[in-house]
Nanobody
């Protein structure tokens, strides 16, 4: 079955960096766009970044542009989210997802990981 497993979350001070990984199995990884979403307590799930299948076109929500970088390694079936200059407002549960195109709408993604917590202290 399809599995997406996130890792790399944790506690970091404001201004610090984290690198999230999303290891995929059970699917033809290179055929899927990958997205990262986040959800803070009491808030809706929010689009963070997405990357297309092969050409690697990337998309970001405005609040993370210039600070976060999404990438993928199709040979390793893994997607990444490099997060720099982290802010307390970046604190949330971060999820990766696989879909047929790099959409901002989380409802269009087919497969989801279990998430990883990111906490940024001020």
């Amino acid at each position: 079955q399809v599995q997406l497993v996130e890792s790399g979350g944790g506690l970091v001070q404001a201004g610090g960096s984290l690198r999230l990984s999303c290891a995929a199995s059970g699917l033809a990884f290179s055929n899927y766009a990958m997205g990262w979403f986040r959800q803070a307590p009491g808030k809706e799930r929010e689009f963070v970044a997405a990357i297309s299948q092969s050409v690697g076109m990337t998309y970001y929500t405005d609040s993370v542009k210039g600070r976060f970088t999404i990438s993928r390694d199709n040979a390793k079936s893994t997607a990444y989210l490099q997060m720099n200059s982290l802010k307390p407002e970046d604190s949330a549960f971060y999820y990766c997802a696989a879909g047929l195109s790099p959409q901002q709408n989380h409802r269009l993604y087919l497969h989801w990981g279990q998430g990883t917590q990111v906490t940024v202290s001020s």
